[in-house]
């Protein structure tokens, strides 16, 4: 499962410029494979309009439940829709954000706008808040379980929960968490798929070629990794740990683009999601109409908000 925990280490953060390869432009142009016609991906316009709306529901149950409530900011949606679910990266990104691995060391710790007012409570006031934003441990739950998975516990009468039944509608959880257990499903039986290894071992005598000893994708990441544990808050070492990472990093994509692996995970994908039992992608439909909901109701609140 090694290649599962690359996934994990695959989100993208500008690090810097550098250059790339010829090869750039056709591989920006390769297919993005996302599970389910990419039923769980938003864009980063839209995860941006949807935490808002989220978040100002969440303020108003606080309101009406005597908590004051500061609206959380938007973290960085550019990066996480842009993303590959399998760890595929073009040769722009690479070459813009290298893994993400560096600027994620060096990233400043957002700060929870709530965090001061939680400072001047009491324990018992600030119990209660969180209990009303979180719910509370002894408070009613509703109980998902997951196909060949955990069974999930929502807390159904915290604010969290209430603003995203508002928004989303009743069904919302136990409709998500079904398709986010399906689609890890669907990614992990890819990247298992004889198709898949094929190109990856391309991919690894393409690394080799270039004189990184990889045998599997997550292997630069670690190396990094090491890396930058090496560095500590040394800043010429970060320094150089980040160029080292961009240099790899430009030469994985090519060597990806090399290998057709964005094209065999989007076949290798096709033939998984071909085989799933009927039953299990039946809420789909459910889904994708109350994400739609939520984003027209998002629009609406952002158009209000704006008046």
């Known amino acids: 499962m090694s290649r599962l925990l690359w996934l994990a280490a695959a989100a993208?953060?500008?690090?810097?410029?550098?250059?790339a390869s010829g090869h750039e432009a056709a591989a920006e142009s390769q297919p993005d494979p996302r599970p389910l016609g990419g039923a769980l991906h938003f864009t980063a316009a839209e995860s941006a309009a949807l935490h808002h709306a989220e978040e100002q529901e969440v303020q108003t149950c606080m309101k009406s439940r005597g908590f004051d409530y500061t609206v959380v900011p938007v973290g960085d949606v550019q990066r996480e829709a842009a993303a590959s679910p399998y760890g595929l990266l073009t040769e722009g990104q690479a070459a813009q954000d290298g893994y993400g691995l560096t600027v994620q060391r060096l990233k400043k710790v957002t700060t929870d706008p709530n965090s001061r007012r939680m400072s001047t409570l009491s324990e018992?006031?600030?119990?209660?808040?969180?209990?009303?934003?979180?719910?509370?441990?002894?408070?009613?739950?509703?109980?998902?379980?997951?196909?060949?998975g955990p069974t999930v516990s929502v807390p159904t009468d915290a604010c969290v929960s209430v603003a995203r039944r508002t928004l989303y509608g009743a069904s919302w959880e136990r409709n998500y968490y079904t398709a986010q257990s399906l689609s890890?499903?669907?990614?992990?039986?890819?990247?298992?798929?004889?198709?898949?290894?094929?190109?990856?071992?391309?991919?690894?005598?393409?690394?080799?070629?270039?004189?990184?000893?990889?045998?599997?994708?997550?292997?630069?990441?670690?190396?990094?990794?090491?890396?930058?544990?090496?560095?500590?808050?040394?800043?010429?070492?970060?320094?150089?740990?980040?160029?080292?990472?961009?240099?790899?990093?430009?030469?994985?994509?090519?060597?990806?683009?090399?290998?057709?692996?964005?094209?065999q995970i989007t076949r290798a994908q096709k033939q998984v999601e071909k085989a799933l039992p009927q039953a299990r992608t039946s809420m789909l439909k459910n889904f994708r109409a109350a994400r739609q909901a939520a984003l027209k109701r998002a629009e609406a609140q952002d158009f209000e908000s704006r008046r």
Request: charged letters at 30%.
């Open 12 to 19: 993208l953060l500008v690090a810097g410029c550098s250059t």
């Open 124 to 148: 018992g006031d600030r119990r209660a808040w969180e209990e009303a934003l979180k719910g509370a441990p002894d408070g009613p739950r509703e109980e998902i379980e997951l196909q060949d």
């Open 184 to 263: 890890n499903s669907i990614v992990r039986d890819t990247l298992e798929h004889p198709l898949v290894n094929a190109a990856e071992q391309k991919w690894a005598a393409c690394m080799r070629g270039e004189g990184f000893p990889y045998e599997v994708r997550n292997a630069p990441l670690k190396a990094v990794n090491r890396r930058l544990d090496a560095a500590q808050s040394d800043a010429a070492a970060v320094r150089a740990a980040g160029k080292e990472e961009l240099r790899i990093a430009v030469r994985d994509a090519a060597c990806q683009a090399e290998a057709g692996l964005a094209e």
